[in-house]
């Protein structure tokens, strides 16, 4: 199996050492891909010392900035070799800035332009910039991370995300249909519960309601991103795969 060795693969949204990005960014690079990364703060650079500093490459871009993903995308082109996968991952949160749950009824302006950005065109924009090297060399994978919140089911609170989530649904089908001829897929993953450091007490028992009885890890995430990612994906395009232990199947979520 090919996999994805000797790809270059950028993962957005890396920063955390217990979340989605870089636990997918570990799977890929042990799979043998030049891995780089990136969040919203240095603490990227943490996560590439425990990468380890061969193959791999690290910095800080804010996404919602077209300025700063260019710039991104040509670092890491000067650093490991022109952007062969995208996972855009970067989007639940912002390091340093937290945003209440409202109903739509009561979510300010800034509030939903905030999460459209940070989930939604910040993926546009990371996506934009690696299409035309892809195009060109006539090979590409795209992996966008929404949710199971917004394509699927909807969190009382939470309407700016799930909008943001399902419009990720939306590009990964648009993309996937622009992009095929050139030998690029787009694929979408859709986690359910999955814990991370910033998973809360309700979140991890929401998780253990599933029908496997547990959240899942960020590491079965990043499994199915690398899947995705690989020459063995290559009639796999416009889908979102869902992860999340069996629970959209199930109409009631008492748990065990």
């Known amino acids: 199996m090919a996999g994805v060795d000797g790809r270059v693969a950028l993962v957005t949204g890396a920063g955390a050492a217990d979340g989605i990005g870089f636990a997918t ?5 042990a799979a043998g891909a030049r891995v780089a990364i990136t969040s919203t703060t240095a ?7 425990e990468l380890g500093a061969a193959g791999t490459h690290a910095a800080t871009a804010d996404l919602t900035r077209p300025e700063e ?6 670092g890491v082109a000067a650093a490991l070799g022109p952007i ?20 739509l009824s009561e979510t300010p302006d800034a509030a939903w332009d905030h999460m459209i950005a940070i989930s939604l065109t910040s ?6 910039a690696v299409l035309p090297g892809m ?22 609170g939470s309407g700016p995300y799930a909008a943001a989530k399902a419009g990720l649904l939306g590009l990964t089908r648009a993309l996937a249909l622009e992009n095929g001829r050139h030998g690029i897929t787009a ?3 859709g986690p359910g519960w999955i814990r991370t450091g910033s998973s809360s007490a309700a979140e991890v028992r929401a998780g253990r309601r599933t029908p496997l009885g547990r959240p899942g890890r960020p590491d079965e995430i990043g499994h199915v991103a690398a899947f995705l990612a690989s020459e063995e994906a290559s009639y796999l395009t416009g ?13 009631v979520k008492g748990g065990r």
């Open 187 to 189: 694929n979408c993953i």
């Open 25 to 29: 960014a570990r799977v890929l690079k």
């Open 43 to 49: 603490r990227i650079h943490d996560r590439r010392a």
């Open 84 to 103: 062969d996968i995208l996972v855009a991952n970067a989007g639940m949160v912002q390091t340093g800035r937290s945003l209440p749950r409202r109903r």
């Open 123 to 128: 993926a546009f924009l990371t996506v934009r």
């Open 135 to 156: 195009i060109a060399r006539g090979w590409g994978r795209i992996v966008l991370m929404s949710s199971v919140t917004g394509p699927l089911v909807a969190i009382d």
């Open 69 to 74: 993903v260019t710039a991104l995308v040509e």
């Open 239 to 251: 889908q979102m795969i869902v992860v999340d232990g069996g629970n959209t199947i199930q109409e």
